[in-house]
């Protein structure tokens, strides 16, 4: 894949390009800032780009703002968001966009290698990934008045591990149980979320969007 790097520590930065290109990925350009972000982007039209959420000057949300600005001007472009810590507000704008080709993690998860490049690898696919701690505390915000709240604790789970991105597949592995069964708790998730005759959106995608804007 082609991947851009924003990130200001240059120890992370340069970290980063060399996994990457060791990985045999293409790295036309890394940078320190967003503006410069949105630059390269224009200028190398990458797969991937991989963003800091706070960057120079101000170090508040610069990364995230080009992140947005990219995913609007040019949708085909995916965006693979890095944090120190979860950062609620920038995590629920940016996954309340469109969680297709979007991923966000916290840097500690960086420095397990497998972890991140398994990120990347889904977010390019156009697929999402979702850092565990992320989807936690975005999940811990709802109420008793919210309709996740009917869901079974094993349903959460699910869903929680369908916010990361995972396949049917991957959670059952996660989970320890047969696919079939996460079918059928996807299925009574939808149920219990009023999706089940939604057409022409995913559900997935939905049924994380929910709890998002709830």
Do not use: C
Not at 63 to 72: C, D, F, H, S, V
Not at 122 to 150: H, I, K, S
Not at 161 to 187: C, D, F, P, W, Y
């Amino acid at each position: 894949m082609r991947v851009i790097l924003a990130e200001d520590s240059t120890l992370l930065r340069e970290g980063l390009l060399r996994l990457l290109l060791e990985e045999g990925h293409e790295v036309p350009a890394a940078v320190s800032d967003g503006q410069a972000l949105v630059a390269a982007v224009d200028e190398h039209r990458p797969d991937v780009v991989v963003v800091d959420v706070r960057m120079p000057p101000t170090h508040t949300d610069e990364g995230l703002r080009a992140a947005l600005e990219i995913r609007r001007r040019r949708p085909s472009v995916k965006v693979l968001v890095l944090s120190q810590y979860v950062e609620k507000r920038y995590a629920t704008e940016l996954m309340s966009a469109d969680v297709e080709g979007v991923g966000y993690l916290l840097k500690d998860r960086v420095a397990q290698v497998g972890d991140f490049l398994d990120a990347l690898e889904r977010v390019g696919a156009g697929g999402a990934a979702f850092d565990p701690e992320v989807v936690r505390q975005l999940l811990a915000r709802t109420t008793q008045l919210d309709p996740l709240a009917r869901l079974t604790a094993r349903e959460r789970a699910v869903l929680e591990r369908m916010a990361q991105g995972l396949t049917n597949a991957s959670i059952a592995q996660a989970l320890h149980v047969s696919q079939s069964a996460v079918e059928k708790h996807v299925n009574s998730l939808f149920d219990k979320l009023r999706l089940s005759h939604t057409t022409g959106y995913s559900r997935r995608v939905l049924a994380v969007l929910h709890f998002l804007k709830s």
